[in-house]
């Protein structure tokens, strides 16, 4: 069975930081690309960083770019999200997604991540 478990979320002030985790099982993690993706409180999903399956390439969307860094561990199976210098708008439950169509529908738990003072 195909499993994502994000970890690592929680509450903290703006300029704070978190890390947070993926641990994937069921699948070749190292032979897939892996995103990051949040949704706030009522609004719908936003794309927020993307890394290659041997974590050379990293993209990320505008609205963190130079603040978040994605990375991933093919060894342990585990992709991460270090956010620095949040803001309230990072304010949201942040899943990690397999960047792969065949596994459009494998969704964890997510982790919330709330910024506030």
């Known amino acids: 069975e195909v499993q994502l478990v994000e970890s690592g979320g929680g509450l903290v002030q703006p300029g704070g930081s978190l890390r947070l985790s993926c641990a994937a099982s069921?699948?070749?993690?190292?032979?897939?690309?892996m995103s990051w993706v949040r949704q706030a409180p009522g609004k719908g999903l936003q794309w927020v960083s993307s890394i290659s399956s041997g974590g050379g390439s990293t993209s990320y969307a505008d609205s963190v770019k130079g603040r978040f860094t994605i990375s991933r561990d093919n060894a342990k199976n585990t992709a991460y999200l270090q956010m620095n210098s949040l803001k309230p708008e990072d304010t949201a439950v942040y899943y990690c997604?397999?960047?792969?169509?065949?596994?459009?529908?494998?969704w964890g738990q997510g982790t919330q991540v709330t910024v506030t003072s």
């Open positions: 069921g699948f070749s993690f190292r032979t897939y690309a």
């Open positions: 997604k397999i960047f792969a169509l065949e596994y459009f529908n494998v």
